[in-house]
């Protein structure tokens, strides 16, 4: 379906960024968000979709999506109701040059899927040693500037690159983990990683980066976004850094709101993750967070194919694939919770296009359409068949979840319809 003239009819409307949840018509023309309520004056001849018992949403933002292979991912997006995503640099080669970062634009452009905002690298090949060209990566199509995962030891080259980004009003983004003190870990440093002799990452880890970065921060006046936090320790001191003026943003994943070290089980591969799964207190930790909206919610999607995960743990690579789960996770985690559906749908709408400075994440009139259409009632089952990603590897296979896209558009356009 490619008119430019729709008609959303009967929806249960909600509207994180501007607190809208009501029984209301949508009305989108020439890609845009036309009117709410009313059709506008000469609207006629439009497509119309009946969206009677479904909520009617901004399409999901998503902080962090792996992009191995570009076309399954993308298709996974759009699957789960995801309009954009951020991809770190950490792509084959590095988005550290202008051209890699212009092809990653015409192709994703060119699929018409979900849209696309690329992270540029923040030293050459992610190696920490030399700067990237942050501006000649920013006239590209970059929004901000990360490591991805990969360590920046040299803490004078990380002042000097957030001195740059401040000067030129650029984003920072980082991955909090020293280097040395998480080095050969595979799982939280706690009772089960003893309990199964697998070797530790502490918090100290998490916190000793942390703690590095938001000195700089103050330092320099960088923005800084903090990326997939996994402790209460971690949380704690980006509370004490925002309360004392510091411009810094921070995200957990969907799956450390749902999972501890507890879910290791016997060594369940599936369960390996970078950051490791933590203690059952930070996980309520990093839930409450979410429910204040000290952090938004990313999917971390990293998909891993089966070689990749039927290994013993240790070896095993840390990841899992979570687009088509972050809309029902969420609802899960809000549920528990006891959060609203407009407050939860913040967390991974309006709050992450407002960290990453884009468009998106609403619906007000003349926002590009970027519209998710869900049954938050609707039960189905997690199984290989069922995803779109390439990589068919998560925690949840096998069980039933609730909430289910319909629909899904880009700029007005149906780019998904089940």
């Not at 960088?222 to 943003?249: C, D, F, K, P, W």
């Not at 089980?265 to 990093?286: C, H, K, Q, V």
């Not at 000290?294 to 998909?303: E, K, L, R």
């Not at 749908?345 to 309006?350: E, G, P, Q």
């Amino acid at each position: 379906m490619t008119g430019e003239t729709l008609h959303i009819r009967n929806a249960r409307l909600i509207d994180p960024a501007s607190g809208l949840d009501a029984i209301r018509d949508l009305y989108v023309a020439d890609g845009r968000i036309a009117a709410i309520g009313q059709a506008p004056t000469g609207f006629a001849d439009a497509y119309p979709i009946e969206a009677q018992g479904l909520v009617v949403c901004p399409g999901l933002v998503d902080l962090s999506t792996q992009l191995g292979s570009i076309e399954p991912e993308l298709t996974a997006a759009v699957a789960g109701g995801v309009t954009s995503v951020a991809c770190p640099p950490d792509t084959k080669p590095p988005l550290d040059e202008p051209g890699l970062v212009e092809r990653l634009v015409r192709r994703t452009d060119t699929l018409g899927l979900a849209r696309v905002y690329p992270i540029g690298a923040l030293t050459q090949k992610l190696a920490g040693q030399k700067l990237a060209e942050m501006h000649s990566l920013t006239r590209a199509g970059c929004i901000a500037f990360s490591q991805a995962k990969q360590p920046l030891v040299d803490t004078q080259l990380l002042l000097r690159a957030m001195q740059y980004a401040a000067t030129f009003g650029y984003a920072v983004r980082l991955r909090p983990q020293d280097q040395y003190l998480a080095r050969d870990g595979v799982a939280h440093d706690g009772e089960v990683a003893s309990r199964l002799g697998l070797s530790g990452v502490p918090t100290a880890a998490e916190t000793v980066a942390i703690a590095t970065a938001l000195q700089l921060a103050r330092v320099t006046g960088v923005r800084l976004h903090l990326s997939r936090l996994s402790s209460a320790a971690g949380i704690a001191l980006v509370q004490e850094a925002r309360q004392a003026g510091l411009s810094v943003t921070c995200d957990v994943s969907i799956y450390h709101l749902h999972l501890s070290e507890m879910d290791i089980g016997y060594f369940d591969s599936n369960n390996r993750f970078d950051p490791p799964l933590r203690s059952i207190n930070d996980r309520d930790a990093l839930r409450q967070a979410a429910k204040q909206g000290v952090a938004a919610i990313c999917s971390d999607h990293t998909p891993v194919d089966a070689d990749g995960k039927q290994l013993p743990f240790g070896e095993a690579l840390p990841g899992a694939s979570a687009l088509e789960l972050l809309l029902p996770l969420t609802l899960k985690w809000a549920a528990e919770c006891g959060l609203p559906l407009v407050t939860a749908l913040a967390r991974i709408t309006c709050d992450p296009a407002t960290i990453l400075g884009v468009s998106g994440g609403s619906l007000r009139p003349g926002d590009a359409a970027d519209i998710c259409i869900f049954n938050p009632e609707e039960r189905w089952w997690v199984t290989s068949e069922t995803l779109c990603s390439q990589g068919k590897n998560t925690p949840f296979l096998g069980h039933q979840l609730t909430g289910r896209v319909h629909m899904t558009l880009v700029g007005g356009r149906i780019v998904y319809q089940r």
